[in-house]
């Protein structure tokens, strides 16, 4: 069984509510999770700490989701990013994962795509033990 204690995600949302829930929701599965309000803060984030992947939302006061990806592949393009996109966003599903991002949800999202979307992010395979 995997020990995802060995990663560590970047929840970036404007949004204190979701913030919180995705927080939740992934140390609930054993990742570490840390969060930032905007882009701006989640990039220091990221120039000092280790990040193993990111999840930030598209439109977000001082510092949008597309900004911050493009900051992070010109730092790190290893780091996998995936981004959330409302109906209310300039840029499009292809222009996201054409500039670098790994997954694009649309809002709202299923949680179990999303963490099967992050585990496959991170080259992370589950797999149940076979009974014979």
Known sequence: ?????????????DDEDLRDILSVTFRKQGFKVLTATNGVEAFDLIQ?????????????PD??????????????????VVIFITGFSHVSVDE?????????????FDQKELLESVKSSLNIYSFKKLAF
């Not at 069984?1 to 949302?13: C, I, P």
């Open 1 to 13: 069984m995997t020990d995802f204690g060995n990663y560590t995600l970047l929840v970036v949302d």
């Open 96 to 108: 996201c994962v054409a500039r670098g991002a790994k997954s694009v949800f649309s809002k709202p």
């Open 48 to 60: 000092n700490k280790k990040i193993d992947l990111v999840i930030s939302d598209m439109i977000m």
């Open 63 to 80: 510092g949008d989701g597309l900004s911050l990806l493009e900051k992070i592949r010109m730092r790190n393009p290893n780091i996998p």
